[in-house]
């Protein structure tokens, strides 16, 4: 099993209409989480961090279910400007820095 | 502020020569990583480095792959001998410590190896 997993889409979607990110992550002792974008070829920029109890940042809602060790991303009234490449990423272990990402789920806003 | 910067933004070689990326963090930023990121794959780890810590390596795939950050700031990733297979495009990041996954990324460098 992939240490961190996602759906890679495309997932396209009309201007307006609510789309949702799942991704599962193989390791129990992960720590921290985020929500990374990524635009065609530009660098990956932190999109917001994932607290347990869930958060929402605007239109983003981020959600963590430990038990079943996955994640989402709620975007809501998407925009052309979401469309971009979300990336799942996972802080493996107790004190670690180094961070798995997955392969990201390409989104597609569709006037 | 400035933010993290790399270069070259792009470079093309031939097989078997030697190249170097830099990185430039932002300043006060004592983490700093290179991750690399083929075409359709994930980003993957190369190497970490940590204030005046040795350096983790784990994620370099070769001997051919080496690097070093002077003064705790500027960061030079060496390729020898480039390969194909080592065509992709070089992400370096920094961050403040204890602050993991609030990183900011360079560009990149896109490296084609013909």
Redesign the interface.
């Known amino acids: 099993r992939k240490e961190v997993e996602q759906d890679p889409g495309p997932f396209n979607v009309p201007e307006g209409a609510t789309v949702a990110f799942n991704c599962t992550y193989s390791n129990s002792a992960s720590q921290s989480f985020f929500w990374y974008r990524q635009d065609c070829r530009k660098e990956p920029k932190l999109l917001m961090s994932v607290y347990s109890s869930g958060n929402e940042d605007g239109r983003f809602t981020a959600q963590l279910n430990r038990a079943s060790q996955y994640i989402s991303l709620l975007i809501r009234d998407s925009k052309l400007s979401d469309s971009a490449t979300y990336l799942c990423v996972v802080n493996i272990g107790a004190g670690s820095y180094q961070l798995t990402f997955g392969k990201g789920t390409k989104l597609s806003v569709i006037p | 502020g400035a933010g993290v910067s790399q270069s070259p933004s792009n470079k093309v070689t031939e097989k078997g020569k030697d190249v170097e990326l830099r990185c430039d963090p932002i300043s006060g930023h004592t ?1 700093l ?1 290179w ?1 690399r990121q083929s075409l ?4 993957e ?1 190369l190497i ?1 480095f ?1 204030g005046n810590s040795a350096p ?1 390596k784990s994620g370099l795939p070769s001997d051919r792959f080496s690097a070093e950050r002077t003064g705790g700031s500027v960061s030079t990733l060496t390729i020898q001998r480039t390969q194909q297979e080592d065509s992709a495009v070089y ?1 370096c990041a920094s ?1 403040l410590a204890g602050l ?9 460098t896109r490296l084609t190896v013909l």
């Open positions: 983490a990583y991750y359709g794959q994930g980003l780890f970490y940590q983790d992400l961050s993991a996954g609030r990183w900011f990324f360079g560009p990149g």
